[in-house]
Nanobody, 129 residues
Framework: VQLQASGGGLVQAGDSLRLSCAFSGRTLGNYAMGWFRQAPGKEREFVAAVSWSGRDTNSADSVKGRFTVSSDSAKNTVFLQMNSLKPEDTAVYYC???????????????????????WGQGTLVTVSS
């Protein structure tokens, strides 16, 4: 499994960005996906996750109402739509995959980094005030 995150950049506070995570090597189905971020000098933190069925999502309190995670199995891609960006959202954003999962875990969502098996290289998001 290979993950390629893209879409980061330099934006102003209040702007929007959409990050993409291209999933290759296997089919996106049967993999739960997540987004994490790491700001300079801080630990990596959970941002948002989606189940492999695509029906269930979860996000960190710090981004609820602003960020939305979604998946497109036909395109083998996961997205993170980020609206109303704040300077404190500045970080390197990573996508991660957990799996393959059995059908019974189709609605599982994972928020701990240790639950993920594969990681992308990260994309930098910088939000200026």
């Amino acid at each position: 499994v290979q993950l390629q995150a893209s879409g980061g950049g330099l934006v102003q506070a209040g702007d929007s960005l959409r990050l993409s995570c291209a999933f290759s090597g296997r089919t996106l189905g049967n993999y739960a996906m997540g987004w994490f971020r790491q700001a300079p000098g801080k630990e990596r933190e959970f941002v948002a996750a989606v189940s492999w069925s695509g029906r269930d999502t979860n996000s960190a309190d710090s981004v609820k109402g602003r960020f939305t995670v979604s998946s497109d199995s036909a395109k083998n891609t996961v997205f993170l739509q980020m609206n109303s960006l704040k300077p404190e959202d500045t970080a390197v954003y990573y996508c991660a995959a957990a799996g393959p999962l059995t059908y019974s875990r189709g609605n599982d969502i994972y928020s701990a980094a240790s639950q993920y098996d594969f990681w992308g290289q990260g994309t930098l998001v910088t939000v200026s005030s």
